[in-house]
């Protein structure tokens, strides 16, 4: 096991983790909180993934692992949506989160496939999935969630009159905008360069 190889992921999965749990603990049961907290939730799977197959000497295994993890990320296009419509109180466009929903859902069917993940490559880091011919399609996915988020919490800014909210609104947007540049760079192992996934050093 190489430890400086393992401390990004696993220092971004106690973020996630440490949100999760305060969420339970300091939150109310509001539907921001809950979607929030499942944010987290599927944000811990992923980085769990990492770590388990930067780890196992099995390819079959490490394969397995992350189409079993793929089950659960695949929704965290339709989540993030869902929760910043609802913490930016956008309304209107309950079509757009449905949409989210039913691609992930028609999209999970394929994870078992070569078609979503064709393999695990072999890294100096370890273990990383390589992409199938669908696969491209969540990144293409990923992108537009991120640019629609990026875009409502932008307006949010413009529209919003308090400062302080204003002031939280910039940071959210400048973590959302990294922590969306740095995953989305973790196209380069899934094509089979070997890089060390940006998305490890993600702030969130």
């Excluded at 339709?78 to 949409?99: A, M």
Aim: aromatic content about 18%; proline content about 5%; overall charge positive.
């Amino acid at each position: 096991m190489n430890l400086f190889v393992n401390i990004p992921p696993f220092l971004t999965l106690c973020c996630f983790l440490g949100l999760a749990v305060l969420t339970v603990i300091r939150g109310h049961r509001t539907k921001i909180n809950i979607l929030f907290f499942i944010t987290c939730i599927l944000g811990s799977f992923l980085y769990i993934d990492i770590l388990f197959v930067f780890n196992v000497k099995s390819t079959g295994l490490a394969l397995t692992i992350s189409r079993i993890d793929h089950f659960f990320i695949i929704y965290s296009f339709p989540v993030y949506i869902h929760f910043f419509h609802s913490y930016l109180n956008v309304y209107g466009k309950i079509w757009l989160i449905r949409l989210a929903y039913a691609f992930a859902f028609i999209l999970m069917w394929f994870i078992p496939t070569p078609l979503y993940i064709e393999s695990m490559q072999k890294h100096s880091f370890g273990f990383f999935a390589r992409g199938g011919v669908l696969y491209p399609l969540f990144g293409v996915v990923f992108l537009c969630v991120t640019i629609i988020i990026l875009t409502l919490i932008f307006q949010a800014i413009r529209n919003e009159k308090s400062n302080i909210q204003k002031n939280r609104l910039k940071y959210v947007f400048a973590g959302f905008g990294v922590m969306g540049v740095m995953n989305g760079l973790n196209v380069l192992p899934i094509l089979g360069y070997s890089v060390y996934p940006p998305g490890c050093f993600s702030p969130l």
